[in-house]
């Protein structure tokens, strides 16, 4: 009498690129991040340290609804506070097509935009998302920061002083990254660890994420 097969579980693992195909590498099993390593024109890192430079709060929420693939993402509103600032409609345009890149990737057709500024680490602890994806890309200030498996022990996570002090990964302003959380089928319990970088007195950064929603 045969065995039975035991399925083995995909290394987990993470990728980066120079182009935006490099995001299509979430979609493979075992990996948990996929980063496009993307340098932002300048005209879009320039009206993002114009926003931060207002000083004024920030934190802009909006369900994107996507009925068809041909879809123009609805941002109106978006950083309406930075709506006379040079160059805010390439940033709304980046934005948009971050959002409907996104979309067409997963197949999404509700997608949850998030827009911040920030002046100290929203999530300063390691953890990982109970979501199925998310993405992330900061256009100004410092990245978020995450951890390759196995530097830190899942079953650790809220315990601050579990929590390294080296092997720690930062992504760079300006790059795009693509989380897998808890809740992507087949990722279950590896979603990736990261967590907000720590903010000096006179530290901001402004930060996207997009939420698959449906």
């Given at each position: 009498?045969?065995?039975?097969?035991?399925?083995?579980?995909?290394?987990?693992?993470?990728?980066?690129?120079?182009?935006?195909?490099?995001?299509?590498?979430?979609?493979?099993?075992?990996?948990?991040?996929?980063?496009w390593q993307r340098q932002l024109p300048l005209h879009i890192a320039e009206?993002?340290?114009?926003?931060?430079?207002?000083?004024?709060?920030?934190?802009?929420?909006?369900?994107?609804?996507?009925?068809?693939?041909?879809?123009?993402?609805?941002?109106q509103g978006l950083a309406s506070s930075g709506r006379d600032l040079e160059g805010y409609e390439g940033f709304v345009a980046d934005v948009s097509?971050?959002?409907?890149a996104f979309a067409c990737l997963l197949g999404a057709k509700r997608i949850g935009v998030r827009l911040r500024l920030l002046d100290k680490a929203m999530c300063p602890r390691f953890h990982v998302d109970h979501v199925p994806v998310r993405l992330i890309t900061t256009y100004a200030g410092i990245g978020s920061q995450?951890?390759?498996?196995g530097v830190m022990d899942r079953r650790k996570l809220s315990q601050?002083?579990?929590?390294?002090?080296?092997?720690?990964?930062?992504l760079h302003c300006g790059e795009v990254a693509l989380l897998k959380g808890t809740k992507w089928?087949?990722?279950?319990?590896?979603?990736?660890?990261?967590?907000?970088?720590?903010?000096?007195?006179?530290?901001?950064?402004?930060?996207l994420t997009l939420d698959w929603l449906a």
């Open positions: 009498m045969l065995a039975p097969v035991i399925p083995l579980r995909p290394v987990i693992r993470q990728t980066r690129g120079e182009t935006p195909l490099a995001l299509s590498d979430i979609l493979e099993d075992g990996v948990n991040l996929a980063l009206f993002g340290a114009l926003l931060v430079a207002l000083n004024e709060p920030l934190a802009d929420s909006m369900v994107i609804e996507l009925n068809s693939e041909d879809a123009v993402p609805n941002l097509w971050l959002v409907s995450w951890l390759r498996e601050p002083d579990a929590e390294p002090s080296e092997r720690i990964e930062q089928h087949g990722n279950e319990g590896h979603g990736l660890i990261h967590r907000s970088p720590a903010l000096k007195a006179d530290e901001r950064r402004l930060i």
